[in-house]
């Protein structure tokens, strides 16, 4: 793992960048939906980066923790923006 992560981390810093801009410039009731588009991004970013890469072995294991690890990170900023109430 410690080899993939600097083609892992960079996807993780989009979602806690998007979750914050997320978190500062949108409304109430519209966490949800920017939120999602956030995931829509990191998601493409992944596959981007991911692709890009000249080695192709790990490749699902370094997408899963891409895709996993912004999963998780914007499951942790809903939490924090419903119980703000950003």
């Known amino acids: 793992m410690t080899s993939s992560l600097p083609s892992v981390v960079p ?10 801009i997320v ?10 939906g920017w939120l999602s ?3 829509v991004v990191c998601v493409l970013l992944t596959f981007i980066v991911q692709l890009a890469l000249s080695t192709k072995e790990g490749l699902v294991l370094r997408t899963a923790a891409s895709i996993g690890g912004a999963v998780i990170l914007l499951a942790v900023a809903t939490g924090i923006l419903v119980l703000v109430g950003a």
């Open 11 to 20: 996807i993780w810093v989009v979602a806690i960048a998007g979750a914050i």
């Open 37 to 39: 588009i956030v995931l």
């Open 23 to 32: 978190g500062i410039v949108s409304s109430p009731g519209g966490i949800y």
